[in-house]
């Protein structure tokens, strides 16, 4: 069966620090992966998402990146990271196959910028 | 481009009620939608989901969802709520290729022993 895995659980970092997420898929091949964040009380909004290994589309600007170096690992990066940036960051994949395939997510990194 | 809005951002049931989270959705073409459940400090877990063929669909944990293309709507019901049933409710439908989602903002569901 297809897992997903998102780690840290939970980070604390000062502003003006980098980040780096990291999100992988088991059990299946060429997902498309997706990154989201969830402000506190609010809903889900789509930063990136792949379709394959490279390729990254780009739904905000803002000072985050993507990176997909593998096939099934997603990694959310900063080199600088705001205040603003604050928030709950989810990890998705969905089977590419077919078009009525649901998103699957990770359990979540609870970012706070201090 | 598809959009979803969810009536109601908090929705409190009396345990043993019937929960009703509205749901409706714009789409141009023939929607896939989804249930999604998030509980606290988690991700969100697949409810249930309509693609094709019976338009009332059964998910987990007793829920269900009718589509209504007339209305477009879809509706999450279940009959009876039990107090692990409080968590946060979203709606989705993807677009016409699947690869992108689109997300309401969310209903908070809050049952009442």
């Known amino acids: 069966s297809q897992t997903i895995h998102q780690w840290p659980a939970t980070l604390v970092q000062p502003v003006g620090s980098p980040l780096s997420l990291e999100c992988t898929v088991e059990g299946t091949s060429n997902p498309n992966l997706y990154w989201y964040r969830q402000a506190a009380g609010r809903g889900l909004q789509l930063l990136f998402y792949s379709v394959g290994i490279g390729q990254i589309s780009s739904e905000v600007p803002q000072n985050l990146s993507a990176s997909r170096p593998q096939d099934r690992q997603f990694i959310l990066s900063s080199k600088k990271l705001l205040l603003s940036d604050s928030g709950f960051y989810l990890c998705a994949w969905r089977s590419s196959g077919t078009r009525n395939q649901p998103q699957h997510f990770g359990d979540g990194t609870r970012l706070s910028i201090l | 481009a598809q959009s979803v809005t969810q009536l109601g951002s908090h929705v409190s049931v009396s345990e043993g009620a019937l929960v009703l989270l509205r749901c409706n959705y714009s789409?141009?073409?023939?929607?896939?939608l989804f249930w999604y459940v998030q509980y606290p400090n988690q991700g969100l877990q697949l409810l249930l989901k309509y693609t094709t063929g019976a338009t009332l669909v059964k998910g987990i944990n007793g829920f269900e969802a009718e589509f209504k293309k007339s209305e477009t709507s879809f509706h999450l019901t279940k009959p009876s709520a039990h107090m692990s049933d409080a968590a946060e409710y979203f709606c989705a439908v993807s677009d016409k290729t699947g690869n992108q989602f689109y997300f309401g903002t969310g209903t908070s569901l809050t049952v009442i022993p």
């Open positions: 789409s141009s073409v023939p929607p896939y």
